[in-house]
């Protein structure tokens, strides 16, 4: 007898679940999502004026898991892009992450070059320090300079952001964009950089292209469970709205996009530009970078952050601090009580600050959990073999 799963949420995590569960265990699946689409955040389409935009801003794919690159490769292939992002600053465009060239732009050459040399008397050349670690620096010269780079790229940038100030924050969060001792380097790191080059919800369309997968979209998990028969069920929404807010509403910030089209192609010099100190938007993001589509027109996005409203808005960062930690641990507490049987994952439901390949190999991971509990050997394999 086939089991029957409900995977609730079409985004990557469940797209992932909802591919190994139909190919590798042979079950039926039903994948549900509230909204009208897949892909969930990393949805992406052509809009009215025919720009392929990232509805939900912008989506870079970047990973050094080998497993998760090859895992997604048999979906897409990729368009080459390496991201670069500028932060507006006292009327300059610095690069980020902030590093000598950063420096260069804000300083005179001699203030420049004793800056450098300072930072690399206390750091080897490449090293990335949070700006909240700098900040700790026992040498003046080098703690001004943290300060005067929170002040003007990370207070306002994270005030508007998260509503608080980088310190409130779990420190992993301002620690995702470092201060680097020595020249400009990328955005991200990591080995594997792209974009789908059909876009990203091609490749996951393709993901959910199996005989044994239903997809129903506009449709929510409390519609699902009256109609749909399911024997398990995956779930990767919000965990304080599935237990009704019991314990109290999750911390979550929510964005509003607003998007504009204008002749020409050249609106901007790089995908995004950061506003920490001006503009009630944290930053622009022109999509044609990012595609590398020729059209007459070009489109920007400005990101709006807000407060989440819960079933007004969507919830897109969880806040965290040790408070919502502790409280997202109730909550996961209860279901595991009350749910037995049920699986959980995902950017919501993990209550994490997961980028797409972190949330894919959580699914991958939680896929061999899976395959071990319905007694299939692919839960003894090797990761890597699990994605085959
Ligand atoms: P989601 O994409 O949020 O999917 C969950 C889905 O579940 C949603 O579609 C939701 O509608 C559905 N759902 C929830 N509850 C219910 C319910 N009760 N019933 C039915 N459906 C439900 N990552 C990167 O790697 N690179 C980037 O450049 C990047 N940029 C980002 C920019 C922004 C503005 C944001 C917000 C995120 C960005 N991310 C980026 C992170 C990326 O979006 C996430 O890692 C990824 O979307 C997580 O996938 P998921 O499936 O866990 O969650
Ligand atoms: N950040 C900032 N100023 C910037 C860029 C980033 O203060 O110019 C901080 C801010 O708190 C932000 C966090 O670093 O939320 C992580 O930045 P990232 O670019 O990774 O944000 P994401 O793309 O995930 O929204």
């Given at each position: 007898m086939r089991t029957r799963w409900l995977v609730v949420g079409a985004g990557l995590s469940g797209a992932t679940l909802a591919e190994r569960i139909a190919r590798g265990l042979d079950d039926p699946v039903h994948v549900v999502d509230?909204?009208?689409?897949?892909?969930?955040?990393?949805f992406d389409g052509t809009n009215e004026h025919g720009v392929m935009v990232h509805h939900y801003g912008a989506h870079i794919f970047h990973t050094g898991s080998s497993t998760v690159w090859r895992y997604l490769s048999r979906f897409t292939d990729w368009r080459e892009y390496r991201h670069r992002v500028l932060a507006e600053v006292q009327g300059a465009q610095v690069p980020l992450p902030f590093s000598f060239d950063s420096i260069d732009c804000l300083f005179s050459p001699t203030e420049a070059e004793l800056i450098k040399h300072e930072l690399l008397g206390a750091y080897p050349q490449g090293t990335k320090v949070p700006i909240l670690k700098l900040m700790e620096s026992d040498r003046p010269r080098l703690r001004s300079l943290a300060e005067l780079i929170y002040r003007y790229v990370f207070l306002g940038y994270t005030t508007k952001q998260w509503?608080?100030?980088?310190?409130?924050?779990?420190?992993?969060v301002s620690g995702r964009v470092p201060v680097i001792v020595g020249p400009r380097t990328e955005y991200f790191d990591d080995t594997y950089q792209g974009i789908p080059s059909e876009g990203y919800t091609a490749m996951v369309a393709r993901m959910l292209d199996h005989p044994n997968i239903t997809v129903s979209t506009a449709t929510s998990f409390d519609q699902a469970r009256g109609t749909i028969d399911f024997d398990r069920l995956v779930f990767t929404g919000p965990l304080d709205e599935l237990l009704g807010y019991r314990y109290g509403a999750l911390a979550y910030r929510s964005l509003s996009f607003c998007h504009r089209t204008r002749p020409?192609?050249?609106?901007?010099?790089?995908a995004v530009i950061n506003f920490p100190n001006d503009h009630p938007y944290t930053r622009t993001l022109e999509h044609r970078h990012l595609t590398g589509q020729i059209a007459d027109v070009s489109t920007i996005t400005e990101e709006h952050p807000q407060d989440h409203e819960p079933g007004k808005?969507?919830?897109?960062?969880p806040v965290l601090t040790a408070g919502t930690r502790a409280l997202h641990k109730r909550y996961l507490d209860a279901v595991a009580t009350e749910m037995p049987g049920a699986y959980f994952a995902g950017r919501l439901a993990d209550y994490r600050y997961y980028d797409m390949d972190q949330a894919v190999l959580r699914a991958l991971l939680l896929y061999r959990e899976i395959a071990g509990d319905q007694g299939?050997?692919?839960?003894?394999?090797p990761l890597a073999s699990v994605t085959e």
């Amino acid at each position: 007898m086939r089991t029957r799963w409900l995977v609730v949420g079409a985004g990557l995590s469940g797209a992932t679940l909802a591919e190994r569960i139909a190919r590798g265990l042979d079950d039926p699946v039903h994948v549900v999502d509230r909204r009208d689409h897949i892909a969930g955040n990393a949805f992406d389409g052509t809009n009215e004026h025919g720009v392929m935009v990232h509805h939900y801003g912008a989506h870079i794919f970047h990973t050094g898991s080998s497993t998760v690159w090859r895992y997604l490769s048999r979906f897409t292939d990729w368009r080459e892009y390496r991201h670069r992002v500028l932060a507006e600053v006292q009327g300059a465009q610095v690069p980020l992450p902030f590093s000598f060239d950063s420096i260069d732009c804000l300083f005179s050459p001699t203030e420049a070059e004793l800056i450098k040399h300072e930072l690399l008397g206390a750091y080897p050349q490449g090293t990335k320090v949070p700006i909240l670690k700098l900040m700790e620096s026992d040498r003046p010269r080098l703690r001004s300079l943290a300060e005067l780079i929170y002040r003007y790229v990370f207070l306002g940038y994270t005030t508007k952001q998260w509503g608080c100030r980088p310190e409130d924050l779990d420190r992993a969060v301002s620690g995702r964009v470092p201060v680097i001792v020595g020249p400009r380097t990328e955005y991200f790191d990591d080995t594997y950089q792209g974009i789908p080059s059909e876009g990203y919800t091609a490749m996951v369309a393709r993901m959910l292209d199996h005989p044994n997968i239903t997809v129903s979209t506009a449709t929510s998990f409390d519609q699902a469970r009256g109609t749909i028969d399911f024997d398990r069920l995956v779930f990767t929404g919000p965990l304080d709205e599935l237990l009704g807010y019991r314990y109290g509403a999750l911390a979550y910030r929510s964005l509003s996009f607003c998007h504009r089209t204008r002749p020409g192609s050249g609106l901007q010099p790089v995908a995004v530009i950061n506003f920490p100190n001006d503009h009630p938007y944290t930053r622009t993001l022109e999509h044609r970078h990012l595609t590398g589509q020729i059209a007459d027109v070009s489109t920007i996005t400005e990101e709006h952050p807000q407060d989440h409203e819960p079933g007004k808005t969507e919830p897109y960062y969880p806040v965290l601090t040790a408070g919502t930690r502790a409280l997202h641990k109730r909550y996961l507490d209860a279901v595991a009580t009350e749910m037995p049987g049920a699986y959980f994952a995902g950017r919501l439901a993990d209550y994490r600050y997961y980028d797409m390949d972190q949330a894919v190999l959580r699914a991958l991971l939680l896929y061999r959990e899976i395959a071990g509990d319905q007694g299939a050997a692919q839960a003894a394999a090797p990761l890597a073999s699990v994605t085959e």
